[in-house]
């Protein structure tokens, strides 16, 4: 007989904020430990769309508003559900902050670009 000791599962990142633009695009969240079997859900089938392979789960937001994901070890029944929180809102204005006016072409500047939703 064989032991096999298992974490409980986990997901990463725990909160992230989730713009919506003019292209849509796909975020990754990572499922860390576990079994392996996983039932992936959400609190707002209309917010997004979601697709869970293997460790990763794919989402494509559509609607703005608040997201729970639970993550669910199937093989483990009495584990603690992992949960996620995400933040999906569009992008009312971006900023541009750099420590100089000019940059020469071919040269380098670290420059910081902040990005602003509608709930500023």
């Known amino acids: 007989m ?7 599962v986990d997901v ?3 909160f992230k904020s989730l713009y919506i633009g003019t292209q849509q695009q796909t975020y990754k969240l990572k499922i860390l430990h576990g079994s392996g079997a996983f039932a992936v859900t959400v609190n707002n089938t209309r917010l997004v769309d979601i697709v869970q392979k293997d ?3 794919l989402l494509t937001p559509k609607e703005l508003g608040g997201l ?3 993550v669910e070890d199937l093989e483990l029944p009495h584990s603690q559900i992992a949960t996620a929180e995400l933040l999906i809102s ?14 020469e072409k071919g040269d380098e500047m670290v420059m910081t670009v902040s990005a602003y939703d509608s709930n500023m």
Not at 2 to 8: G, L, Q
């Open 12 to 14: 990463e990142p725990k």
């Open 90 to 103: 569009d992008i009312a204005k971006l900023t541009l902050w750099a420590p100089l006016t000019l940059i």
């Open 2 to 8: 064989a032991i096999e000791v298992v974490r409980n």
């Open 68 to 70: 729970k994901i639970m």
């Open 55 to 57: 460790r990763e789960i």
